[in-house]
């Protein structure tokens, strides 16, 4: 189905799942902002790659409260409405809790938490009034298989993904009247550059021998879940955690 028409905002949008996702969304119709933090260079990229359109690209400090303010008044005031929103921006630092100083792990999950949990909140909560005064939208957050199974050593990143799953089945019931509907893609390790470092480091096969078949997913095919979830036809989904790691972590 057709996505002309609906402006869809992508965080982390300058590299990996955020542009394999601007540029589906952009094959599909969808007139895309494409976010980023501070590579303005790899933004651009994203930007030249997308299908003609109003596109444009954005850039705001997802830990800075009002500068998420501003980044949703700015579009708004370009574009009238945002229909999608893809929180996909976070970090994936190291701070295993028998190695990291004291100051060092306060740091950690303060930053952690503030980019993939705390943002994330506070950019549905200033999009949602416009998606409910345009008749609904969709919310779709990437999160990731840790928030299930554990991460020994980024236990930041474990939890803040765990509390957006959450995030993402209460607002669905909070939202679904007023037809927002808010789903969750939780991947295992994806082929980006965020998990080149593992994925070509001593443990790289070992990682992809946990999945059933024999690699890892790539950015295209959870940037296909994520605009499965954000287009018309899903609206029973909203709620839904959906995994997609090659069947690495199986859950009841």
Do not use: C
């Amino acid at each position: 189905m057709s996505l002309d028409g609906v402006v869809a905002l992508v965080t982390g949008g300058s590299r990996g799942i955020g542009r394999a996702t601007a540029q589906r969304l952009a094959e599909q119709g969808a007139t895309v902002v494409v976010h980023y933090g501070s590579d303005k260079a790899a933004a651009q990229t994203t930007l030249d790659s997308l299908r003609s359109g109003n596109h444009e690209m954005r850039q705001a400090d997802l830990k800075d409260p009002h500068q998420i303010t501003d980044l949703v008044d700015q579009i708004v005031a370009t574009h009238g409405s945002i229909g999608i929103l893809v929180n996909n921006a976070g970090v994936y630092e190291r701070h295993a809790v028998l190695e990291t100083d004291y100051a060092q792990w306060q740091d950690a999950w303060r930053r952690t938490l503030d980019t993939n949990l705390v943002g994330p909140a506070n950019l549905i909560h200033a999009v949602v009034p416009h998606m409910v005064a345009a008749g609904g939208g969709r919310i779709v957050n990437v999160t990731s298989r840790g928030a299930f199974r554990g991460e020994a050593t980024h236990p930041a990143y474990g939890a803040s993904k765990a509390g957006l799953n959450s995030l993402s089945q209460s607002l669905a019931k909070a939202l679904g009247p007023h037809n927002i509907f808010v789903t969750a893609v939780a991947p295992g390790y994806v082929d980006t550059d965020m998990a080149a470092p593992y994925l070509n480091g001593p443990r790289g096969q070992e990682i992809r021998d946990e999945t059933a078949i024999g690699r890892v997913a790539t950015a295209e095919e959870v940037a296909r879940l994520i605009v499965f979830l954000a287009t018309p036809g899903t609206e029973s989904m909203t709620g839904a955690v959906v995994d997609i790691n090659g069947a690495s972590y199986l859950r009841t």
